[in-house]
């Protein structure tokens, strides 16, 4: 596994943990399609269904910020993925719902855990 897809995976994990800790509940984990894929897919406490882009960076200081990686056209795929995902499941599929952006930076043992709502 390359230290690129491990620290991705790392990441993804710290925002599951995160999010069920902030009472949302898990329903899928890398949702591909040919258009794309969604990190995580939960639902939040007052049942809007997220989508949810894990980014990830390591160090005191990365070269480009978790923020900064989230690009207009990254943006709009995640949307198209998200609409695609909420037209396609019936029992969510007359749920509002958002997309969101969790970022996280590590340090040694150390993460840090950034929450951006309704991006």
């Not at 160090?59 to 056209?73: F, K, L, N, W």
């Not at 037209?87 to 969510?92: A, T």
């Not at 952006?101 to 043992?109: H, V, Y």
Request: charged share 35%; no cysteine; hydrophobic share 35%.
């Amino acid at each position: 596994m390359s230290k690129h897809i491990g620290l991705g995976r790392l990441g993804e994990n710290i925002a599951v943990h995160y999010l069920e800790k902030e009472g949302h509940r898990i329903i899928e984990r890398n949702y591909r399609k040919r258009y794309g894929e969604l990190d995580v897919v939960a639902l939040a406490p007052d049942k809007t269904l997220v989508f949810v882009e894990v980014k990830t960076v390591s160090g005191p200081e990365p070269r480009i910020a978790g923020e900064d990686q989230m690009t207009t056209s990254k943006l709009k795929k995640l949307r198209r993925m998200a609409e695609i995902y909420a037209n396609n499941e019936k029992d969510l599929s007359n749920r509002s719902w958002r997309i969101d952006l969790i970022t996280i930076t590590t340090e040694g043992k150390e993460a840090r855990v950034r929450h951006y709502k309704n991006i």
